[in-house]
């Protein structure tokens, strides 16, 4: 049978008789589950047949016998979509669609100027959940009594607002505040407070923002000095694509990523020269680019006309603020004013970041738009729950093919981000409808998961790392072979208890073995080095045995210090020793005078990147592999060259270039040498646009299969997918 409105029409009658179950389309029908007494399931039938709505024709029923699901209330589902497997999926918050953005922007609509107007296609889900089902009574929208209008709206199946939770009007729904003023005039009020210049803490979908006008220096460096950050890159909202165009270089790509429903920051490359104050993202060509995503922020960009600084609401390091209370307490010192309304956040989602890398979209941080819409894996799996890193961590559970990943809780250092990741821990399996049978945690015994995961009473499997950075990758591009995987980040536990992170690994979704890495060389001072590549790279030159003094590194340090970290280094002192990439990067800038200090992590390695200028493929330096296995990359004959080039002078430009190309071709050799068809590049490292663009250039000519991320993060985002994957052939394997 087919016809206009046949749904609706089986929604309705079900209702009508109080059967529990769903409506679809599918290739071959309409697939209908009803779940009731049978007296009802024959009436219902009964009905289907001899009544259905106009221009329907119902040619053949037929039917089988289920066991029941549980009762859950009867709903109109997409087709292919399924509330089973995890189903009765919690979407992810999806930015205004155009009619309700035609809407507010009409003064003949009664949402006109109505900052909380969304419809099915649109508007807040994640941030505002509760608990499951998805129905009103478990949002945030609970207390709002729908008015007439908007009630009718929301029971017309024919209706864009039909079944649309935070349905609301300015009659029976959320409400702006600006001190004390209500309404637009709240939104005029903030308007004229950012154009003067003042800082102003914005609650948007997933949590406060402060914007302060991106054109002013003197607001944005006052925003700086209060919230202690001092150099990390700002993201700016932009009123339009068109005035975002103005400022910085958006292809078509980049455009159609900003533009989606997801509506991320994307980082895009900043037009020259930049009339933006320098502090607005120092050391960087690129700018992280959004455009307003809720009705609120259309509003204020409608009357501001001009770009803003978004940054997010919280001192750096914490969990974004979502409550008005706690915003106006730990935003107290920041901000000068506050433009928020009555509509509770039920969780922090920040905003996803994304850059378009080798043409593709690579989600670098995945939150708003994207959390907690699952990955889909080849093969179906047990349910477990992972608890990610401790830097950028995100959880994830798994429910048949699907793993649902978490939004962003960033570091876990601070007692506000790990109560927040906590929390979710708790949650998150009731949200995806799963119950875990094992958690799965990195090797590390001190990271906060781990702690965790030993604390309750589900059998723990320990991932490792890059493992698991690499099963990430693997899983998401649905490759079950053996690939060579290259892992390369900051930091990673290793299976003989050393700081991995320069790592060659033979993987697959389940087990690998260290093919190669980079010859390890000492940190001094441990996690010191991590904020002092001017340390980092003293530790490169003493396992070179290279004297510090005569290098222009001497220059980062006193004549004390150098004597202190020198009999530190001698005598082997909280020096641990690492096969990092990513601190070989870091050494490399410090021995440029690029970074000696970092305020924020990869700030090293991000002004690198920044220093190559597009152009043909630079020289690369040389290198030596040593008899494995594993295999060791020696980077010394590299950096003596490097130390040569600046010693002739060679600008920092260059050396950088040549660097990056090292890199590149110590990939390329390796996969010579492992001679797998793929490689997988996963890790920190990866977020390197130029790095991962240039190995994807150089293996495919060498005949090789790169691969990569896109919608998961290469960095310790996108961990507890990876350790959902190499955990359930674990748990697989022994049970
Ligand atoms: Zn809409
Ligand atoms: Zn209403
Ligand atoms: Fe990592």
């Known amino acids: 049978m087919q016809g206009v409105g046949f749904r609706p029409f089986v929604y309705r009658l079900a209702r009508d008789l109080q059967l529990a179950g769903w409506v679809r389309n599918s290739p071959t029908g309409v697939e209908i589950e009803i779940e009731g007494s049978p007296a009802d399931a024959r009436r219902f039938l009964d009905r289907l047949r001899h009544e259905p709505p106009p221009r329907a024709v119902v040619r053949t029923v037929r039917t089988v016998q289920r066991p029941t699901e ?16 995890g189903g009765r999926e919690i979407l992810p918050d999806l930015a205004t669609c155009a009619q309700c953005l035609r809407e507010i922007f009409d003064p003949r609509n009664r949402r006109y100027r109505y900052p909380f107007t969304n419809c099915t296609a649109c508007g807040p889900r994640f941030s505002i959940v509760h608990a499951v089902p998805y129905d009103r009574v478990n949002t945030t929208m609970r207390d709002f009594e729908m008015c007439g ?26 409400r702006l505040m600006f001190a004390d003023t209500a309404g637009h005039r709240a939104i005029e009020e903030a308007a004229r407070a950012i154009r003067a210049g003042q800082l102003v803490a914005v609650k948007g979908i997933g949590g406060f923002h402060l914007f302060a006008d991106a054109r002013n220096g003197r607001a944005l460096a006052r925003l700086r000095d209060l919230k202690s950050r001092p150099d990390k890159p700002m993201a700016v909202m932009f009123p339009s694509l068109r005035s975002a165009r103005r400022a910085c270089h958006i292809n078509p790509r980049e455009a159609a990523i900003l533009a989606s429903p997801a ?72 901000a000068d004013g506050f433009l928020t309304h009555d509509r509770p956040i039920a969780r922090a989602v920040d905003d996803s970041v994304v850059r378009v890398v080798a043409g593709r979209e690579t989600v670098l941080r995945r939150a708003r ?85 030993d604390s309750q009473p589900l059998p723990v499997i320990r991932v490792q790392h890059h493992h698991a950075h ?22 990673g536990f290793g299976t003989d208890a050393t700081i991995w992170g320069g790592e060659f690994l033979l993987a697959t979704m389940s087990s690998f073995e260290r093919f190669a890495l980079l010859r390890p060389f000492p940190l001094p001072g441990g996690e010191l080095a991590v904020r002092e590549p001017r340390r980092t790279a003293l530790g490169l030159l003493h396992e070179a045995g290279i004297n510090a003094a005569e290098t222009g590194l001497a220059a980062a340090f006193s004549g004390e210090e150098l004597k202190i970290l020198g009999t530190v280094l001698h005598r082997g002192l909280n020096v641990p020793r690492t096969s990092s990439a990513g601190r070989l990067f870091d050494a490399v800038a410090a021995l440029l005078g690029v970074r000696h200090r970092c305020s924020y992590e990869g700030q090293a390695a991000v002004e690198l990147e920044s220093l190559v200028s597009p152009g043909g493929p630079p020289e690369s330096y040389p290198f030596s592999t040593n008899a494995g296995p594993p295999l060791v990359i020696d980077w010394e004959p590299a950096v003596r060259a490097v130390l040569a080039d600046l010693q002739a002078g060679a600008s920092p430009a260059t050396v950088a270039a040549r660097f990056h190309q090292t890199m590149v071709e110590i990939i390329v050799e390796i996969a010579h040498r492992a001679g797998r068809s793929k490689v997988a590049m996963s890790g920190g490292c990866f977020q390197n646009r130029h790095l991962i663009e240039t190995a994807v250039i150089r293996l495919q000519k060498e005949g090789f299969e790169p691969v990569w991320h896109r919608h998961v993060p290469p960095n310790d985002g996108g961990l507890a997918l990876g350790q959902v994957i190499v955990a359930s052939s674990a748990l697989s394997t022994t049970t």
């Open 263 to 334: 509506a991320p920051i994307v980082l895009v490359a900043r037009r020259l020269p930049c009339h933006f104050p320098a502090g607005l993202a120092p050391g960087t060509p690129s700018l992280g680019v959004m455009l307003p995503y809720s009705p609120l922020h259309h509003l204020l960009m409608f009357q501001l006309q001009g770009p803003v600084v978004a940054t997010s609401g919280n001192l750096d390091g914490e969990p974004i603020c979502t409550g008005n209370r706690e915003a106006h307490e730990r935003l107290a010192n920041i």
């Open 470 to 491: 690499l099963a990430a990758c693997l899983a998401e591009n649905g490759l079950g072979e053996e690939v060579l995987g290259v892992a390369w980040d900051g930091t």
């Open 369 to 453: 738009g994207y959390a907690p819409a699952p990955i889909t894996i080849p093969k179906p799996v047990p349910p477990i729950l992972a608890v990610g890193g401790d830097l950028k961590n995100t959880i994830a559970l798994s429910s048949g093919n699907q793993v649902f990943l978490s939004q962003h809780h960033g570091d876990l250092a601070t007692a506000a981000a790990h109560d927040s990741f906590a929390r979710h821990l708790r949650d998150f399996p009731e949200l995806c409808h799963a119950s875990p049978r094992a958690v799965a945690c990195d090797l590390h015994p001190g990271y906060h998961g781990t702690i965790l995961a």
């Open 70 to 85: 549980g009762g859950l209330p009867f709903e109109i589902l997409k087709s292919g979509e399924n509330r089973h497997a």
């Open 149 to 174: 209008r908007c009630r009718a709206e929301y029971e017309n199946p024919a209706d864009r607002r039909f079944h649309a939770q935070p349905n609301a009007c300015p009659v029976c729904g959320p």
